[in-house]
């Protein structure tokens, strides 16, 4: 299966890549340097595993899985912004506090 990735305003389907890991005696694994290069990762980066039904095992970046669930509830509540409401609550609680 090849991978969609989006350059600029073009999508490019990448050729399905196949790496061979070992797994030290700590459990560690080393991801080889070309499947960092191509999936632009970084010492420190960090990394979401997930074990498939099938028994496959699944990395991918955790600020991919933060940028997908960026917004996820907005269509709940369209025309509010929860964060003003926040902070407005949290300036009448204060001028309270300051006129007792």
């Avoid at 890549?17 to 080889?32: F, K, M, N």
């Amino acid at each position: 299966m090849a991978r969609k990735r989006t350059i600029g305003s073009q999508v490019v389907r990448e050729p399905r890549a196949v790496y061979t890991v070992d797994v030290s005696a700590r459990g560690r694994l080393v991801i080889p340097a070309a499947a960092r290069r191509r999936l632009g990762l970084k010492e420190g980066d960090r990394l979401i595993l997930t074990v498939e039904p099938d028994g496959s095992l699944r990395l991918r970046p955790a600020a991919d899985a933060v940028r997908a669930l960026q917004g996820l509830y907005r269509d709940l509540a369209p025309t509010r912004s929860l964060s003003a409401e926040l902070v407005e609550e949290r300036r009448r609680e204060a001028e309270r506090e300051a006129g007792r």
